[in-house]
């Protein structure tokens, strides 16, 4: 089996990217990132066993760090080594450029979560009903966020507030939380309120929010407290009983 890394900036041959495609497409009922695999702004790991594409991995700079995405195995390279082998190579990619990384995980079962605890990623944010419509239709999974960077918590620069609608997430961010902006949070969307110290007194006190751990804004380069409304989307995650492999702390949920 041979790993063939693409550097930023380098295109992925045709037929490699359509059977990259074609692997996601046929291991997800709807993968939201396909658009990422041809991007060029990323290392692109792609795995090859007689001449057929079974894995793949990307990462890509945020900021002060790098983010680790798409990780994927066939079906029929599961339990092989493989996933881990394409861990190894992107996170050494990253170290050997004297960075850190983020990533988020699934939830469906522990396999990538403990794959990054393998590395030496510690969990720092749980996210329920996170990813809507990935493995089953109508159904929202949730994602385990690790990282390898020390976590200093900064006040958010500006306030903004940001709804992607394909994924269904609506993300705040505010130094002061104002009450209006949380109640007119949408009830369906996976909601949630990046905020600091200050803002962290203010949550804590909110009713109808959990507080979710620590999650890193690739905006402003600075990690936040990171609260979750605890919705619809919300209580749908928490009925498909997430499988965690370590709780991330600080993070209130009971499951």
Known sequence: MNLTVYEPGTDLPPGM?????????TSYHRYHYLAEVAATDRIKIVANAHDR???YASA???????????????LGSRGTGLGR???RVRYDYVRDRGMSCYVSCTCEDTTSQLLK???????????IGYRVDVVRSGERGSAVVFTDAPVEVAEPRDDSIVRNEVLRRTRYVSADPKPEVLAALPVDDFAEVLTGSAGLRRMARMPGFRLAGHEYDAVDAQWHYCFQACN?????GVRQRPAIAVMPEPAEVSL
């Open 17 to 25: 990217l359509a059977a990259v495609h074609e692997l996601f497409r």
């Open 53 to 55: 594409v079974c894995g």
């Open 60 to 74: 890509s700079r945020a900021g002060k760090l790098y983010r680790l995405a798409n990780l994927l195995v066939a």
């Open 85 to 87: 082998r394409l861990e």
């Open 117 to 127: 605890l393998d590395l030496g990623l510690r969990p720092v944010a749980l996210k």
């Open 232 to 236: 619809a989307a919300y209580e749908e």
